[in-house]
């Protein structure tokens, strides 16, 4: 597993402390924030090459931020946790139903 950043290192730090109502907040708002920046981008390479439950918040920051690229990504995961989230999104984002 390549090396991961500081900032998405922080951003894991940083939910640790937080219970799930608030770890959610969080994350949308981050989502909103960086939505259509380089930045949301490299944060969400860098939580899909992680773990099970980072493949999740990266499918979750993308299903907020409208980022399809990482959502169709994960419509292939092979954990149904990350991949039933991803389905999710892109019923509701109105994308093509084919890719």
Same mark, same amino acid.
């Given at each position: 597993? $390549?090396?991961?950043?500081?900032?998405?290192?922080?951003?894991?730090?940083?939910?640790?402390? &937080?219970?799930? $109502?608030?770890?959610?907040?969080?994350?949308? !708002?981050?989502?909103?924030?960086? =939505?259509?920046?380089?930045?949301?981008? +490299? *944060? &969400?390479?860098? &939580?899909?090459?992680?773990? %099970?439950? %980072?493949? %999740? #918040?990266? +499918?979750? *920051?993308?299903? /907020?931020?409208?980022?399809?690229? !990482? #959502?169709?990504?994960? *419509?292939?995961?092979?954990?149904?946790? /990350?991949?039933? $989230?991803? #389905?999710? =999104?892109? &019923?509701?984002?109105?994308? $093509?139903?084919?890719?």
């Amino acid at each position: 597993m $390549p090396a991961m950043r500081f900032e998405t290192a922080a951003l894991l730090a940083e939910l640790d402390s &937080l219970a799930f $109502p608030g770890r959610m907040r969080l994350l949308a !708002t981050r989502a909103r924030e960086l =939505a259509g920046s380089r930045e949301l981008g +490299v *944060l &969400l390479d860098d &939580l899909y090459g992680g773990d %099970q439950f %980072q493949r %999740q #918040i990266a +499918v979750f *920051l993308a299903g /907020v931020a409208g980022e399809r690229e !990482t #959502i169709a990504g994960a *419509l292939e995961d092979p954990g149904w946790d /990350v991949r039933r $989230p991803a #389905i999710s =999104a892109w &019923l509701r984002s109105g994308a $093509p139903s084919s890719r």
